[in-house]
Nanobody, 120 residues
């Protein structure tokens, strides 16, 4: 059973930094990849960054150059270093560990999320 647990959220002033961690258990990295998502109040979850099965990393344009995804495969931990944070980054951040199911579809396993609040 895949279990996902995010940590590292908190409150920070604009221009500051936070590093999120995602500890995953019962999971082996695969072609479906892993990623970070965020959700603003009243809106759908959106992709922030994705580590693809190939090892390539894609970023949402609004975070490119400020956020950095990294992966410790041995510890099964996914990190998100967030620098130069702005008010617009305030959201609940979720980690997803994706697994492949029959038919080659990718299914996400979600954590409970961690709140990031950026204030001016």
């Amino acid at each position: 059973q895949v279990q996902v647990a995010e940590s590292g959220g908190g409150s920070v002033q604009a221009g500051g930094s936070l590093k999120l961690s995602c500890q995953v258990s019962g999971y082996r990295f695969n072609s479906c990849g892993m990623g970070w998502y965020r959700q603003f109040p009243g809106q759908q979850r959106e992709l922030v960054t994705l580590l693809q099965g190939s090892g390539a990393i894609v970023y949402q344009p609004s975070v490119k150059g400020r956020f950095t995804l990294s992966h410790d495969k041995g510890k099964n931990v996914l990190y998100l270093q967030m620098n130069n944070l702005t008010n617009e980054d305030t959201a609940v951040y979720f980690c997803a560990a994706n697994t492949k199911v029959r038919g080659n579809a990718c299914v996400p396993h979600w954590g409970e999320g961690t709140q990031v609040t950026v204030s001016s």
